[in-house]
C-alpha cells in the first residue's frame, strides 16, 4: 500500500528545461565544451548522461566542480520557473486521498522552498536533496529509513532514466512522466513500471496501485 509519494523537481513538477540549457551555455566556456544547439538537445535527449558528456567532450570527473556552479547560476533564475499545466490540482488531489507527498532532488532545498513559498505549494511535506547528481539512491535509502517505510509504500514521481536507476537501486516502483528532458527511447533500456503523458495519469496509476482490479 502506498503510504508516501516522492517526486523529483526539475521536469517533473517544473518546466526548467530552457533555463538549464541557458546556464548550461553559460558555463560551456569555462569547461571547455560545447554548447548546446537544438539539434544537440534533440539527440541527447535520447541518450544517458555519461553518452551526453561524452558527445559535448565533457570528462565525466567534472560533473561535480560543474554542478556547483550550475546550482548557483541557476537559483538566479528561480522566478522564471513554472509548473507544469495541472500539477497543483494533482498534487492537491494526491493529499486530499490521503497520501503524504515529498520531493528529493538534485536541486537545492533553497531553491525548491523558494519555489513552493512563491507559488504557493503547500501540499508537499519534506524536500530532500543530493549533490551528486547519481546519488538520488543512497537520499531515498535514508528517506525509507527515517519514516520507517517499506519499498512497497512508497512511488516515486520522475522523468529521467537516472530516476529510474534510482528506484531499481532500493526496490521501489516509478511512474515517469514523459514531458521531461529524457525521451522514451533512453528511458526504455530499463523499462519504468507506469508511464504517464499528464498528470491525471500519476493519480490513474497510484490509484490502480493501491486498489488493483
Not at 3 to 17: A, E, H, N, P, R
Not at 42 to 62: D, Q
Not at 138 to 158: D, T
Request: net charge positive; charged share 25%.
Amino acid at each position: 500500500m502506498i503510504k508516501y509519494i516522492i517526486f523529483d523537481f526539475d521536469g517533473t513538477l517544473v518546466d526548467s528545461k530552457d533555463i538549464a540549457i541557458s546556464v548550461i551555455n553559460q558555463l560551456a566556456v569555462k569547461y571547455n565544451y560545447e554548447k548546446l544547439t537544438q539539434e544537440k538537445i534533440e539527440k541527447l535527449r535520447k541518450v544517458s548522461i555519461k553518452e551526453r558528456c561524452k558527445a559535448l567532450g565533457f570528462p565525466l570527473y567534472k560533473i561535480p566542480f560543474a554542478v556547483i556552479d550550475f546550482l548557483t547560476l541557476y537559483k538566479k533564475f528561480t522566478h522564471q520557473l513554472i509548473l507544469f499545466p495541472g500539477i497543483k490540482d494533482m498534487l492537491e488531489k494526491l493529499v486530499g486521498s490521503g497520501y503524504r507527498l515529498a520531493v528529493i532532488s538534485s536541486n537545492t532545498e533553497e531553491t525548491i522552498r523558494e519555489f513552493f513559498k512563491n507559488r504557493g505549494i503547500y501540499s508537499i511535506d519534506e524536500v530532500y536533496c543530493s549533490n551528486n547528481v547519481f546519488g538520488k539512491a543512497q537520499v531515498i535509502k535514508r528517506f525509507l529509513k527515517k519514516h520507517k517505510l517499506h519499498p512497497s509504500e512508497v512511488l516515486y514521481i520522475g522523468d529521467e532514466l537516472r530516476d529510474i536507476v534510482a528506484c531499481r537501486q532500493v526496490s521501489i516502483k516509478i511512474i515517469w512522466v514523459n514531458w521531461g528532458f529524457d525521451s522514451i527511447e533512453v528511458v526504455d533500456i530499463v523499462s519504468p513500471d507506469y508511464v504517464a503523458s499528464t498528470p491525471n495519469d500519476i493519480i490513474t496509476s497510484v490509484s490502480f496501485i493501491n486498489h488493483p482490479l
